[in-house]
């Protein structure tokens, strides 16, 4: 039986050097596809069980979910050079707790590439 809720708020910024394109659209798609479960605006009863129990069946702490963003953005970013500067935050605000859960990273992106090639 899951305890609590919590609701993450994920912040990735990229910081290229030259005039590469970073689509917006894809850094939304990185976020929400981090987290345990996709957000939605207006729902019926039914359909709110469905997806609450979707996201306790895929429980991530804020570090997963910046590992995770990490890994997206050296997937979807191929072309952008090594100097560029990711800082990528996630932030779980606690239902029941009275602090918010969060987690930072910052690097370039050669470093992530590096990292990830190592560990992936």
Same mark, same amino acid.
């Given at each position: 039986?899951?305890? /609590? ?14 005039? /590469? $394109?970073?689509?917006?659209? &894809? ?12 957000? $939605?605006?207006?729902? &019926?009863?039914?359909?709110? #069980?469905?997806?609450?129990?979707? #996201?306790? &069946?895929?429980?991530? $702490? ?9 890994? &997206?953005?050296?997937?979807? $970013? ?18 029941? /707790?009275? /602090? ?21």
């Amino acid at each position: 039986m899951p305890t /609590h809720n919590q609701r993450g708020r994920g912040i990735i910024s990229i910081e290229v050097h030259n005039s /590469h $394109f970073v689509s917006l659209e &894809k850094i939304i798609n990185i976020i929400e596809n981090s987290m345990s479960s996709q957000m $939605f605006e207006l729902l &019926k009863r039914a359909d709110e #069980a469905v997806i609450v129990e979707r #996201a306790h &069946k895929n429980p991530k $702490f804020v570090e997963d979910c910046v590992r995770s963003m990490a890994q &997206k953005v050296v997937k979807e $970013f191929p072309d952008l050079p090594d100097d560029s500067v990711i800082v990528i935050k996630q932030i779980n605000e606690e239902s029941i /707790h009275q /602090h918010n859960a969060f987690a930072e990273r910052k690097s370039t992106l050669g470093e992530l590439r590096q990292e990830i090639n190592i560990t992936g």
